[in-house]
């Protein structure tokens, strides 16, 4: 059993990159929410086109709208995605496979998943490292980020000076059903991301409406 192939949905975003709501819905993707004046700015659409295009996915289900706080003045409308939206971005893991992991639970019991899992993640670490043999220290944070955003992840990579962390964030879970039915499954991916990147690491995960964010950070030795 290994992870599966990107679907149609996820064909069909891969091909309209330049759609101006796919552009929209990517950027939401990648914040905790945006106004219609930072979308244009991320964007490059004019004002009302932005908002035409807003209001169309909220109408569509989605977006929705809630009135975001600024430090001076009237609180700004921002938008956000809704799990509606989920179908927009990679999946990697269909339902299907989903259903396979809660029938083996069923019949083996709890440590069935677990088994299945641990030889994924085991022969997933090998591919990764595997393609990042010959890279080191930030190049191989900047090579396993670019990784996982082919495979779906919408990753980034980022350094904070303040503190001399690596970080690579996640705008994307592509196997966000099975992450929600068997928890495990994060403790897996952090020791995925020690192993390949040779250093402890600390997992956060953040949710919002339709949002998600997770960021893997080095953990220096203390």
């Given at each position: ?29 990648k ?46 409308k921002?938008?956000r ?25 069923e ?77 495990m ?14 250093t ?16 893997y ?6």
């Amino acid at each position: 059993m290994k992870f599966l192939s990107l679907g149609m949905k996820t064909k069909l975003l891969t091909r309209n990159q330049n759609n101006p709501k796919l552009s929209i819905l990517r950027e939401i993707k990648k914040s905790q929410g945006l106004s219609v004046t930072e979308l244009c700015q991320r964007v490059g659409l004019s004002y009302m086109g932005i908002k035409q295009h807003c209001i169309g996915l909220e109408r569509e289900g989605y977006l929705d709208t809630w009135r975001r706080p600024k430090g001076m003045g009237r609180p700004e409308k921002a938008y956000r995605l809704t799990d509606g939206a989920k179908e927009f971005f990679p999946s990697r893991y269909p339902q299907f496979s989903l259903q396979i992991l809660e029938s083996v639970k069923e019949i083996y019991g709890s440590l069935g998943p677990e088994k299945i899992l641990h030889n994924i993640y085991k022969a997933e670490t090998q591919r990764y490292e595997t393609k990042l043999e010959k890279l080191d220290g930030e190049s191989r944070f900047r090579g396993l980020a670019h990784l996982r955003e082919e495979d779906g992840y919408m990753a980034e990579y980022s350094f904070d000076n303040s503190n001399r962390t690596h970080r690579i964030t996640e705008f994307n879970s592509a196997i966000q059903d099975c992450l929600d039915a068997f928890p495990m499954i994060r403790d897996y991916e952090r020791q995925m991301f020690e192993k390949i990147l040779r250093t402890k690491v600390r997992r956060d995960e953040e949710r919002v409406s339709g949002l998600y964010r997770c960021t893997y950070s080095s953990v220096s030795a203390s």
